[in-house]
């Protein structure tokens, strides 16, 4: 059924005579008692178990082609009866030197793409957004064999703010590998970016559809319930997301603040406390637990908002003219106006 929704009849009726040649390949060596029997169903249930998961699991998603491929020459070996017949040999001279010529190029280049996306992955980590473009760019020239590839690349796209690029990059990398959690929640984010709320909606649910245990999909479909007005359901996403990854400080401020459009003061701070106990030296984080306190206003809040207005202040290095509203509520509480 899986192979089936991903490639269809056809696909389906491709896996099925693959699995039936491998399958009789395997039933003729054993009832002629082939000398390399046991290797030849070794390699037979091997290279069908890598297509199978490779081109039909996930369609055009990287398959190990390297070892399909020498997999394959070792297996033609097997079958071959050279030792048997003389006369037997491949139809043209250089068909054997180009099947190897042919296995190597491709191993060299996934070895080079697999380089390229270790070095891409670990310049996203670092930070190193310029690192991250070179050898993003140096892995798809050298052959998409993986989709995340085309996540990282998206990457780029979004610090560089050339979010259709963004949008361009992620829809390719769904050509690859069209139930790709992590392709379609960034889709998701990308759409709500450019104001495109309803495919927005659609990419993050259809993530949502595949796998309930992903904290940054319900994360990102809050915001777009929040875009689009819907606090309620902005609330629900929020919530689902904390309660997958409980220190996800992004998703408990969003809750907060959430929680603090619907009139709900007790459970904003609450949700925006435990946002700063993950966080503590996010400023932004600082300023909306500030904010929940003092719009709370029960006894003894205005202080503790003084206090984290104050974080937030000390904390703060971006433009001067962001921390005048916290200034200027530290000034009123301490005037007690």
């Not at 039933?27 to 249930?45: C, G, I, M, Q, Y």
């Not at 390719?172 to 927005?200: C, F, Q, T, W």
């Not at 459009?261 to 435990?274: H, I, K, P, T, Y």
Request: hydrophobic share 45%; aromatic share 8%; proline share 3%.
């Amino acid at each position: 059924l899986w192979i089936a929704s991903e490639t269809g009849i056809l696909g389906l009726l491709a896996y099925v005579v693959l699995l039936l040649t491998g399958l009789l390949a395997v039933v003729r060596a054993l009832r002629d008692r082939h000398p390399n029997s046991a290797a030849l169903v070794a390699l037979t249930a091997g290279i069908v178990a890598v297509v199978v998961h490779g081109c039909f699991s996930f369609p055009r998603e990287r398959a190990e082609s390297s070892f399909f491929l020498w997999g394959a020459l070792g297996l033609i070996h097997a079958l071959a009866p050279g030792r048997r017949k003389r006369d037997s040999q491949l139809p043209h001279p250089y068909a054997l030197p180009a099947v190897i010529a042919l296995c190597t190029m491709i191993t060299i280049l996934e070895i080079r793409f697999d380089r390229a996306l270790l070095s891409a992955v670990q310049s996203f980590q670092g930070g190193d957004t310029i690192s991250l473009d070179r050898h993003t760019r140096d892995g798809i020239e050298a052959g998409a064999f993986d989709s995340r590839i085309y996540l990282l690349r998206n990457k780029v796209d979004q610090a560089n703010r050339n979010y259709p690029q963004a949008q361009a990059t992620l829809l390719k990398g769904l050509s690859y590998h069209p139930h790709s959690v992590e392709l379609l929640s960034d889709l998701g984010m990308v759409y709500a970016i450019a104001g495109d709320n309803d495919r927005a909606e659609t990419a993050l649910k259809r993530a949502a559809d595949l796998t309930n245990h992903h904290h940054q999909v319900y994360n990102n479909l809050g915001g777009v319930y929040q875009q689009k007005g819907d606090f309620d359901q902005a609330q629900q996403a929020y919530q689902r997301a904390v309660e997958i990854k409980r220190n996800y400080p992004d998703a408990w401020s969003n809750l907060g603040l959430v929680q603090m459009m619907l009139g709900d003061s007790d459970a904003a701070v609450r949700s925006l406390a435990e946002a700063v106990a993950l966080s503590s030296n996010d400023p932004a984080l600082q300023h909306n637990l500030a904010d929940a306190y003092y719009l709370r206003n029960g006894e003894g809040d205005r202080m503790i908002a003084a206090r984290h207005y104050g974080l937030f202040v000390s904390l703060w290095r971006g433009d001067p003219a962001e921390t005048e509203l916290a200034r200027q509520r530290l000034e009123e509480i301490r005037t007690g106006q």
